[in-house]
């Protein structure tokens, strides 16, 4: 990889809509089909180079399937973005040209562009900036760690979910992102300062391999509700595929035997699948028995488990007189489902911390978190992982949001849903 420049820092951009006026169709955006349609916003190259004279590169990353799609011939495309080349002083065009996500990587809000452009050009993704009008353009983004700025165009297919910034348009959004270092400072530090490890918990497996690409995810767990859900019928096969594509960080598969004996079968067979799969043991089978006997034999194999369901510090206490201080292990502690029956978790976690204390290698992991305040209580805690869910691991780009602009972005969703719905309020009752 090219080796990032003092600052690496980017605004990645969408083309139509952005920069670009697009053509407006029930309510609908449409990339231009003809350079007589092809026309920029008024402003775009003044706000291009203030952003640029602030140290920013410019890149435009812009899905166009219309050429995959027959409609438009790739050199119009290619036209057309000579012409964006000479308007505006972008340093770098990325095209994804695919029909649709299935054919690609790069088709936004898959982030193959960004990476690309950072790889070549030695950008720092979480330095940089997503300026986009699509929910698509907001998790591309997200998805390598970008600040996030929404240009709010009022589509109605819009699912924007929760962009950092909101702007109306890109010469509004360079004046935000000309104003935004010191928020951008804050949440820098706050993410800075956490210990914790973040595993990303699910069992899609082009998301897994997404999440792998953020730098904040160290490690993976699944276990087989949640394949059973994503529609996974060969588990074995499943596994060795994402053990192959993930093969530098840990990923946890889970036994589904219920007698002791075949659970220790699986689990020599899960362990014999790449050298980072670490084998889920339940901390009991469906007759309330305690696995310790299949934990310590994997344990003095040097197999690292990850003991999962637990729910009371005394069943972390009995883990762990079966672990072996030489070899790693994850103990799993549901603190979200604790909290779900109304008790705060953190004595509970902080009591199995301490049973942990004499087992240098054991590591004390905060399952099902239920919001990302989770994922600062259990590092302040001493927590040493956390898994956490996608839709979990997205609002990180809210850290240390302004409170008052977040209040000014609810209220303006509120308003904006109402008009999309139509709704209206009778006066019955003349104003006094």
């Not at 935000?176 to 990303?200: G, W």
């Not at 898994?387 to 780009?397: G, I, M, P």
């Amino acid at each position: 990889m090219v080796k990032p420049d003092i600052e690496g820092r980017a605004i990645f951009v969408d083309r139509d809509g952005v920069l670009v006026v697009p053509e407006f169709r029930d309510g609908r955006s449409f990339a231009p089909r003809t350079l007589d349609t092809f026309q920029l916003y008024a402003g775009v190259a003044d706000s291009a180079r203030r952003l640029k004279e602030a140290g920013y590169k410019l890149v435009v990353v812009t899905n166009q399937p219309d050429v995959g799609n027959g409609l438009v011939d790739q050199k119009i495309v290619e036209e057309m973005h000579e012409r964006l080349s000479d308007a505006v002083s972008v340093d770098a065009i990325e095209v994804c040209y695919h029909k649709n996500s299935d054919a690609c990587d790069c088709r936004k809000p898959k982030p193959g562009m960004l990476l690309r452009a950072a790889e070549r050009m030695g950008l720092d993704c979480r330095r940089s900036v997503m300026v986009g009008d699509r929910w698509s353009d907001v998790e591309a983004g997200r998805a390598v760690g970008c600040t996030t700025v929404f240009i709010d165009l009022n589509y109605s297919d819009d699912r924007s979910g929760n962009p950092d910034f909101v702007a109306s348009s890109f010469n509004q959004a360079a004046d935000i992102i000309l104003s935004m270092p010191d928020q951008l400072q804050t949440r820098r530090e706050l993410m800075s300062k956490l210990k914790i490890k973040i595993f990303a918990d699910g069992a899609d497996f082009d998301q897994i391999v997404q999440l792998a690409k953020n730098p904040q995810v160290t490690g993976f767990t699944t276990n087989p509700t949640l394949m059973r859900k994503a529609g996974i019928s060969d588990y074995a096969g499943f596994a060795r595929k994402v053990l192959a594509a993930i093969p530098d960080r840990p990923i946890s598969f889970e036994v589904f035997a219920d007698d002791l004996p075949t659970m220790i079968v699986q689990g020599r067979e899960i362990a014999s699948w790449g050298r980072n799969a670490n084998v889920k043991i339940p901390v009991t089978n469906t007759e309330s028995a305690f696995c310790g006997p299949v934990i310590k034999e994997f344990a003095d194999a040097g197999i690292i488990v990850n003991v999962t369901a637990i729910m009371t510090p005394d069943q972390v206490k009995k883990v762990s007189a079966c672990l072996n201080p030489k070899v790693p292990a994850i103990v799993s502690v549901f603190a979200g489902r604790i909290a779900d029956t109304g008790r705060d978790p953190i004595p509970l976690m902080k009591e199995c911390l301490d049973h942990l204390r004499h087992l240098p290698k054991a590591e004390l992991l905060w399952a099902s978190p239920r919001e990302l305040l989770n994922v600062f209580q259990a590092d302040e805690m001493g927590c040493h992982i956390i898994t956490v869910t996608n839709d979990v691991l997205s609002k990180l780009s809210l850290v240390g949001k302004d409170l008052n602009e977040y209040s000014l972005d609810t209220v303006k969703m509120f308003r904006k849903d109402a008009v999309a719905a139509g709704y209206s309020i009778a006066a019955k009752h003349a104003a006094a």
